[in-house]
């Protein structure tokens, strides 16, 4: 890497943007992209084979020689398939060419990917069509054209499609409240996102030599070292130089792409690191976050570590999520959740405010379920991440105001005026006077809204198209009582008190890792799904289903089909646990201590051929004992695990879910304990991987 950077010169410079179309389209070829753009409009044939010459043509001066159609399929991961630029030219040489009609479709075989019945086996073919919202850019010798993917009869097998018409959606109802608060300019309100991305790097060569962590991305086994990250010696530490030139490297990458890289230091965990990025809009933001993921583990490899993305790779330390930090702007840039100087901006802002409590409390499960897998259901409620109960901090000033309004109270004890939304001037609130807190699942950072439940290696789509709709769906609304309104303020008045009464429940500034709060919670009426297979059935409610269909965001087949999804992988990751530990305890494990068990007692019997049959070797006989009882209990535990992986039910997703969590999952616990043990009581000699000190502390 070149000792210095131009970071201006080289920031996108691996994309199709819009100043690099400005420069190489015709003026008029430029003008119908960016109507097409604003208007939400098909591209014309003509115009799209224009903007395909050109991209090719750059492309190739990029050293692309392929192109290929980069799609999000609902394995939660990007998908590609590559072809080149060539073609035959009928002398025996080729040209290398591409047309409008391959860049707007591409048809890729889908019988492969999950569709949740969307589709028989047999029905392979699905479609892959371009993304003008988002901009194509070259890797690694190929030309990646952004796109959505759906089968053949037009339902979405992907999440960037949903995610778009979510989008859509909240646009819409948001200028239909601006409207009513005088503002006849904007047009389009965006989705505001960025997404603070956690991971762990371990050398290579130590990964390599753990079977859990190969096939399952996380340590199955393992005892606490004796230091872990008790001392914070860690977080926000001096970055090791390995790392760092491996966190310059990515960036560099990053740049060049066009993701929005700011910050990068060191998490809590030994180990763990962080990037975050610049806001963006929301499809781009989700763009961004599968190519910093993608670009994340090759340039780990080049490094020679290795880039953990599983939400808890290591038990007993902090495991990884990423903060997903959300809120609305006009296409002037205005955020709409920052509260203004005058009245009718403070009051536009609480009707905002409102709507999003009201949306996070009615639809709770939904946004519980956006952010439940088998990785995340060991990391949330675990001390370092927020419980599984849904909850908004708002911090003290906020919740104030909030409860001024509800109680037809001055907001200052000092004031002489009730608190009179559109009327009286609410005194404006500081940005960033609020503790983010880190046990709240939502909490309202100064200007935004920080969704702090998603785990590390998830789309970021899901829980943003949630988002999205319970917000898009309050503001509709809002906005069909205050449309017919005859008396605006008084009105405004009545709705924002009311709904902040009836959804007060759901905001709560406390300690969400306490006893109490569970104790609290229930109390309130609120859901606590402690775990994906207990929280996926109130995804398919009627109510889900109801606002998804309503807001034209899935059909309820789509929506059926996310959820045998989620479920199927639920089932098949905590399968693929439970036989990799069995594996590992049979070929790895039980050999070791044995071998290690044996020695002991060969070491007994020649100290006493050497001192006479009077010495009892209490250490030597007490260990060995100790040790060839845990094996007896782990070889039990284990041959126990590989008949209950036998007898799973098979009559639906739902109750096989219910059956790994119930059954295979604590099986795996209790196993996991006396492999532990034995690891304490085993000589790192014989040990036959690396333990925690090894992979933490390198």
Known sequence: MSDYLNIPEIFGSDVFNEKTMKQRLAPQIYAAWKNCIRENSPLQLDVANEIAEAMKVWAIE?????YTHW???????????????????GDGTVIMDFSGKELVRGEPDASSFPSGGLRATFEARGYTAWDPTSFAFVKDGSLYIPTCFFSYTGEALDKKTPLLRSIEEVSREAVRILRLFGDNETKRVEVSVGAEQEYFLIPRAIYAQREDLRLTGRTLFGAAPPKGQELDDHYFG???????????????????????????????????????PIYTDASNACDSNQLIMMVMKKCAAKHDLVCLLHEKPFAGVNGSGKHNNWSLCTESGKNLFKPGDTPRQNAQFLVFLAAFIKGVDEYQDLLRCSVASAGNDHRLGAHEAPPAIISIFLGDELTAVVDSIINGTSYREQGKSIMRIGVDVMPQIPKDTTDRNRTSPIAFTGNKFEFRMLGSSQSIAGPNIALNTLMAEELSRFADILEKSEDFDADLQKLVCQTLTEHKRIIFNGNGYSDEWQEEAAQRGLSNLRSTAKAMPTYVSQKNIDLVTKRGIYTETEFRARYEIHLET????????????????????LPSAIKYSADLASGINQK?????DRVTALVETSLTERISSCCDRLYESAEKLHRDLKAVPRESNQISADYYCDVIVPGM???????????KLTPKSYWPYPIYSDMLFY
């Open 570 to 589: 639920y089932n098949k990751l905590i399968n693929i646990e439970a036989r990799t530990m069995v594996d590992m305890i049979m070929h790895q494990i």
């Open 608 to 612: 006493r051929q050497a001192l006479g």
């Open 71 to 89: 799609f999000q399929p609902m394995t939660g991961i990007t998908a590609e398939k590559h072809d080149s630029f060539i073609t035959p030219a």
């Open 669 to 679: 616990e209790r196993i996991r304990k006396d492999a532990d043990l034995l690891e």
């Open 238 to 276: 001096t970055i090791r130089t390995r790392v760092s030139r491996f966190m310059q490297d990515l960036d560099e990458q990053l740049w060049r792409l066009g993701v929005l890289s700011k910050t990068k230091h060191n998490e809590g965990a030994p180990c763990q690191h962080e990037l975050a």
């Open 62 to 66: 990029k050293g692309a020689t392929h």
